[in-house]
T-cell receptor
Framework: DADVTQTPRNRITKTGKRIMLECSQT?????MYWYRQDPGLGLRLIYY???????NKGEISDGYSVSRQAQAKFSLSLESAIPNQTALYFC???????????FGPGTRLTVL | DQQVKQNSPSLSVQEGRISILNCDYT??????FLWYKKYPAEGPTFLIS?????DKNEDGRFTVFLNKSAKHLSLHIVPSQPGDSAVYFC??????????FGTGTRLQVFP
């Protein structure tokens, strides 16, 4: 079984709709992250959480919100989706004593 | 202000030859550097890392070199194999804080 899972894997929605992307992990890590990937722009950090009561904005947090429901769950919401939020979204986890992050398989989101 | 830069969007290498992927950074506080590999429709997977106290780290066919004075790191893959065809991202962090990623280099290894 995958250590970091994301649901849904693909989603098509319309402008103005509220969307939630979910991430679960079984690695027991305290730290969790949400990134988006756009062609030519690499991976950009949206939000991150170092434990259940900790939420931090990343490089591109405008238009997004997050919820850390438990150590294992971190969800990303688009309150009112717009077309330029069409992208690949990745969740990741890490242990605070190690530098590497472990990524989920991604969610491809299309906003029409 | 892009703190981690991969100036080559793509690289094509013949099977069996060496692939060299480059990465430059601007923040002198970075003390840990990583390379990730990404196949289509999958999440990035960790490949190899290096601490700023070292200048080289090797793992099988993969070697990462760090030149702190030039703020430059490179990933060498020898010999290159068709299965190495993927997008490679370099990333950096300071004090085990969040990672800053480069824009990626697409490597194609042809027979």
């Amino acid at each position: 079984d995958a250590d970091v899972t994301q649901t849904p894997r693909n989603r098509i929605t319309k402008t103005g709709k509220r969307i939630m992307l979910e991430c679960s992990q079984t690695k027991g890590h305290d730290r969790m992250y949400w990134y988006r990937q756009d062609p030519g722009l690499g991976l950009r950090l949206i939000y991150y959480s170092f434990d259940v009561k900790d939420i931090n904005k990343g490089e591109i947090s405008d238009g997004y919100s997050v919820s850390r429901q438990a150590q294992a769950k971190f969800s990303l919401s688009l309150e009112s989706a717009i077309p330029n939020q069409t992208a690949l979204y990745f969740c990741a986890t890490s242990d605070p004593l190690a530098g590497e992050q472990f990524f989920g398989p991604g969610t491809r989101l299309t906003v029409l | 202000d892009q703190q981690v830069k991969q100036n080559s969007p793509s690289l094509s290498v013949q099977e069996g030859r060496i692939s060299i992927l480059n990465c430059d950074y601007t923040n002198s506080m970075f003390d840990y550097f990583l390379w990730y590999k990404k196949y289509p429709a999958e999440g990035p997977t960790f490949l190899i890392s290096i601490s700023s106290i070292k200048d080289k780290n090797e793992d099988g066919r993969f070697t990462v070199f760090l030149n702190k004075s030039a703020k430059h790191l490179s990933l060498h893959i020898v010999p290159s194999q068709p299965g190495d065809s993927a997008v490679y991202f370099c990333a950096a962090s300071a004090n085990t804080d969040k990672l800053i990623f480069g824009t990626g280099t697409r490597l194609q290894v042809f027979p």
